[in-house]
């Protein structure tokens, strides 16, 4: 056999070995970087449905929001129209009154009693409040109304966004 051929043969089988290793390495790599575009796609398109899911839930809180709000503010509103009615109607009747027995001081109670008979026995039995006292009652009712008012609000908000409880 000649040793050329034997030299070439040999040489021919380690360029195919090696070749076939590096053909091996592109196929593998080819293989690999086809698994990380379809990763990338699939994070891709996961990252699509999300962002989609928190415009859809953003707008459905805004939408729950600003329902909310139009009813508060619908609510303040009447709200404020019924103490201007009741402020009227206390005016109309001579201010808000307590009993003249609150006021009264231990030689006072004989006058009390003694005030609360006649036709005008309602009247006489008791005593107007001052005008600051009187404004800053109706002040105070009227801000523990509001705040109520604003808690129901908050509490149709945390429902109709679905938080807490039946929606409603």
């Known amino acids: 056999m000649n040793p ?3 030299a070439g043969g040999l ?14 390495k592109r196929l593998e790599r080819t293989e ?3 698994k990380e575009i379809a990763t990338a796609a699939a994070a891709q398109a996961e990252l699509l449905a999300a962002q989609e899911r928190y415009v859809r839930i953003q707008k459905f809180n805004e939408a729950t929001a600003r329902k909310a709000s139009s009813d508060h503010e619908k609510a303040i509103s009447d709200l404020t129209r019924q103490y ?6 206390i005016r109309a009747a001579g201010g ?4 003249r027995a609150i006021c009264a001081g231990p030689n006072d ?17 008791t005593v107007a409040l001052p005008a600051d006292v009187e404004a800053k ?3 105070l009712t009227q801000e523990a109304d509001a705040l109520a008012e604003r808690l129901r609000a908050l509490q149709a ?11 409603g």
């Open 4 to 6: 050329y051929a034997l």
């Open 11 to 24: 040489l021919l089988a380690i360029a195919l070995c090696l070749g076939g290793a590096s053909v091996g």
């Open 32 to 34: 690999w970087q086809k």
């Open 84 to 89: 201007d009615a009741a402020r009227a109607a």
């Open 96 to 99: 808000l009154r307590v009993s």
């Open 109 to 125: 109670g004989a006058a009390a009693a003694a005030g609360a008979g006649g036709p005008d026995g309602a009247a006489a039995g």
């Open 137 to 139: 009652l109706l002040q």
């Open 157 to 167: 908000w945390v429902r109709g966004a679905g938080l807490y409880g039946p929606a």
